[in-house]
């Protein structure tokens, strides 16, 4: 299958000694590829390298086939990203940040905005200023503009992050309903295990820097029942306690 | 849409959206006004003619290009930069299909923007104002030479933004940029009146550069002579400003 994201031996090591180190994995179309890791495990490091915001000390990172460090503009000519947090201005409305964000890419309609406000249920509120949102709502309008150019990659740290229960079913619809209709690739980063879980076709499981395993999500299930379970055997085993 | 354009619209929209942005050039256009009822308060009553109507409009080019506007244009560019990264929107931009130095020249094209805007109301409104002071001479002459004086004063004010933007990348804070900047530009100010033999090759002394270009004959060596330093520090700054805005990591 092709392969959408490929990372090669990414190492990154910070002054204090965390970073990642030797972070290897491929992701193909179609796939939603869960990035599973407890907090300060490297996940958002390594993203933060994938999309351009952080240099590598070394390795590779291909987006589509262009290499991000080299090729920046074609790698992410059609990749969609949340990093952290949503990145909205405060003193303009819904509607306005995404008009700004339309004008990098070709040929997006006005009529794109008004539909993926709709999309993550955001269409009433388009008119209001981004400073007056919840931190949900602005997590809403990040997932709208990641989602506004027709991406055939979107990457989404932690994207349930200030989201109610209510709003993280949503998102998870909303990820899943683009993947299976419109075969939007994702690469999704949480410490939430369950919602990997239910989310997720593919798991890679990073802690200390280190991608250690992983695997379908159906596979795991039948392995292991829950992929908690799969997770802690593999955190145990690299630390080289017995399950 | 070339995406270098699209960023030149996006941060000049950006930064005309902001309501801080609208009251400073408000404040812009009524200081001149302010003036020129104060210098004809002077007129009527003590008599005294300290500028001429004709005159006035390059009175408050002299005030705005070596007080005002530093102050102003250094303002927008740490907000562009040290205030993006501070309340993290810096991100916004970065992660679109746009390299580093598409986004550092469309910041500093905007700072541009922003200068002629600025300088554009300056002289529609102090000319107007100009006209309610005594001492007209020759309208067409006065306007033209305030035309001409305005425009090239677009040159010096770019470099000031440049240099703005450089120090931005320096800092985190934008508040700290503020400063260090406006102490940076007070301190080259005064080297350049106790040290005149210096003034040549500071930046900050070629603000009223205009003065070569409209007195009475064209001064065309110094004017060549403050176009090649005025140059040099732009590039210098541009090339030095992108280097350390490119190795940011956030």
Redesign the interface.
């Known amino acids: 299958m092709e392969n959408v994201l490929e990372v090669k031996g990414l190492t990154k090591l910070y002054k204090n000694g965390r970073g990642i180190r030797d972070i290897s994995f491929e992701v193909s179309k179609g796939e939603i590829f869960g990035f599973l890791g407890p907090n300060g495990a490297g996940k958002t490091t390594t993203m933060?390298i994938i999309?351009?915001?952080?240099?590598a000390d070394k390795g590779e990172v291909k987006i589509l086939g262009f290499n991000v460090f080299e090729q920046?503009?074609?790698?992410?000519?059609k990749?969609g990203?949340i990093?952290?947090?949503s990145?909205?201005?405060?003193?303009?409305s819904a509607y306005?940040n995404l008009e700004?964000?339309s004008?990098?890419?070709?040929d997006i309609e006005k009529s794109r905005i008004d539909e993926v406000l709709k999309l993550v249920g955001l269409h009433k509120f388009k008119n209001e200023k981004v400073g007056n949102f919840s931190l949900g709502m602005k997590q809403r309008l990040g997932l709208a503009?990641a989602i506004l150019s027709n991406p055939e990659l979107v990457i989404l740290d932690e994207p349930a992050n200030g989201l109610d229960i209510e709003g993280m079913v949503d998102i998870r619809n909303i990820i899943k309903e683009l993947a299976r209709k419109e075969k939007i690739t994702f690469f999704i980063s949480s410490h939430l295990i369950h919602e990997m879980e239910i989310t997720c076709t593919r798991v890679g499981i990073i802690n200390h820097g280190e991608l250690i395993k992983g695997g379908f999500v159906n596979d795991l299930i039948d392995s292991y029942t829950s992929l908690e379970n799969y997770f802690m055997s593999q955190v145990r085993e690299s630390r080289g306690e017995e399950n | 849409m070339n995406v270098l354009y699209a960023n030149t619209i996006n941060e000049t929209q950006k930064l005309f959206l902001k309501k801080k942005t609208i009251a400073l050039l408000v404040i812009t256009a009524i200081i001149p006004i302010a003036l020129t009822v104060i210098l004809s308060i002077f007129q009527n009553n003590i008599g005294i003619i300290p500028v001429n109507g004709n005159q006035f409009s390059i009175f408050v080019l002299g005030l705005f290009t070596n007080y005002v506007l530093p102050l102003l244009i250094t303002m927008s560019a740490v907000d562009m930069f040290s205030g993006e990264f501070n309340d993290r929107t810096m991100k916004a931009v970065l992660l679109r299909p746009i390299s580093r130095f598409k986004i550092y020249s469309s910041k500093v094209i905007c700072i541009g923007v922003y200068i002629v805007v600025n300088l554009t109301i300056l002289f529609i409104v102090s000319s107007i104002s100009g006209l309610f002071l005594q001492g007209h001479g020759s309208l067409i002459s006065g306007l033209l030479h305030g035309f001409v004086a305005y425009a090239i004063s677009v040159v010096p004010m770019i470099g000031i933004g440049i240099a703005a933007a450089f120090i931005s990348q320096l800092f985190k804070s934008s508040s700290g940029a503020l400063v260090v900047a406006i102490i940076i530009y007070i301190a080259l100010s005064v080297i350049s009146r106790f040290f005149p033999g210096l003034s040549r090759s500071l930046l900050t002394s070629y603000s009223d550069w205009y003065l070569f270009w409209i007195g009475s004959s064209i001064m065309i060596g110094k004017i060549l002579n403050a176009f090649i330093v005025i140059l040099s520090y732009c590039m210098i700054l541009f090339a030095a400003g992108f280097y350390l805005f490119d190795k940011k990591e956030l």
Do not use: N, P
């Open positions: 933060k999309t351009g915001l952080c240099r920046y503009e074609k790698a992410m000519g990749v990203c990093i952290e947090t990145d909205s201005y405060e003193y303009i306005k700004l964000s004008r990098y890419y070709h503009s």
